[in-house]
Nanobody
Framework: QVRPVESGGGSVRPGGSLRLSCVVS????????LGWFRQHPGKERERVAT????????SYDDSVKARFTISQEKAKNSVYLQMNSLTLEDTAMYYC??????????????????WGQGTQVTVSP
C-alpha cells in the first residue's frame, strides 16, 4: 500500500518560506507521480505541483509556479516542496500524494493518488 507521510507545515508571516517534506512508502511501480495538493477551508482540493519521478517533468498551478519548487530524492522516496514568498492565500492544508504513472493522464491529472494525512500551512501577520 502506498503511503505518503508529510511534514514541515507551520505558521509563518507573509513573505516567509517553508519547506514541506514527504516520505512515500510502498512504491512498487518503476515510474511514479509524486505531488503536492492543497485544500483551502470550504474549497475543493487542488493541485499545487507534481513531478514525474523518472522523466522529471514538473507541473505547477499558476498561482505558485513563480514561488514554489517541487523536487525529489529518489533514493529516499522523498518529495519536497519549497515555498517562498508566501501569502495569506497560501494558507491551506497541504497533502502529499503518490501514484503510479498514468500514460493517459500523466501526473497532473492522475486519479490514482494515495494521499497523506496533510500538514497545515498558515500564513498570517
Amino acid at each position: 500500500q502506498v503511503r505518503p507521510v508529510e511534514s514541515g507545515g507551520g505558521s509563518v508571516r507573509p513573505g516567509g518560506s517553508l519547506r514541506l517534506s514527504c516520505v512515500v512508502s510502498g512504491l512498487v511501480s518503476p515510474r511514479n507521480c509524486l505531488g503536492w495538493f492543497r485544500q483551502h477551508p470550504g474549497k475543493e482540493r487542488e493541485r499545487v505541483a507534481t513531478i514525474d519521478t523518472v522523466v522529471g517533468t514538473t507541473s505547477y498551478d499558476d498561482s505558485v509556479k513563480a514561488r514554489f519548487t517541487i523536487s525529489q530524492e529518489k533514493a529516499k522516496n522523498s518529495v519536497y516542496l519549497q515555498m517562498n514568498s508566501l501569502t495569506l492565500e497560501d494558507t491551506a492544508m497541504y497533502y502529499c500524494a503518490a501514484a503510479p504513472y498514468n500514460r493517459w493522464y500523466g501526473c497532473s491529472r492522475n486519479s490514482l493518488y494515495s494521499w497523506g494525512q496533510g500538514t497545515q500551512v498558515t500564513v498570517s501577520p
